[in-house]
Nanobody
Framework: QVVLVESGGGLVQAGGSLRLSCATSRITFSAYTVAWFRRAPGKEREFVAESSPNGQTFYGDSMKGRITISRGNAKNTVYLQMYNLKPEDTATYFC???????????????????WGQGTQVTVSE
């Protein structure tokens, strides 16, 4: 069954913005750590951002300063607002969730138990 559903991807010119959404109707997001990862062609899945149920946020180095992760008022949606996009940001973006709260500075895909199917972001020159 599909637990997490991403949306909001698309084609955007360099310098543009996009807001990705991760929605669920199967779990209560307020009790979960929710993260965004991305996978560019030929590369490993890379951590982008995370929102903990205690309100803390954590950002990976690749997009830090150009992204904001937030939780929707309905509490069943998590957003990733991306600014000043670059061609190297082209990737499939995945939403992930886990009931754990992580305290280390490392985030790896295997730490998250639930995954969406991804949404494609393409940034043109």
């Amino acid at each position: 069954q599909v637990v997490l559903v991403e949306s909001g991807g698309g084609l955007v010119q360099a310098g543009g913005s996009l807001r990705l959404s991760c929605a669920t109707s199967r779990i209560t997001f307020s009790a979960y750590t929710v993260a965004w990862f991305r996978r560019a062609p030929g590369k490993e899945r890379e951590f982008v951002a995370e929102s903990s149920p205690n309100g803390q946020t954590f950002y990976g180095d690749s997009m830090k300063g150009r992204i904001t992760i937030s939780r929707g008022n309905a509490k069943n949606t998590v957003y990733l607002q991306m600014y000043n996009l670059k061609p190297e940001d082209t990737a499939t973006y995945f939403c992930a969730a886990d009931s754990s709260i992580f305290v280390s500075s490392i985030r790896l895909p295997h730490q998250y138990n639930l995954w969406g199917q991804g949404t494609q972001v393409t940034v043109s020159e």
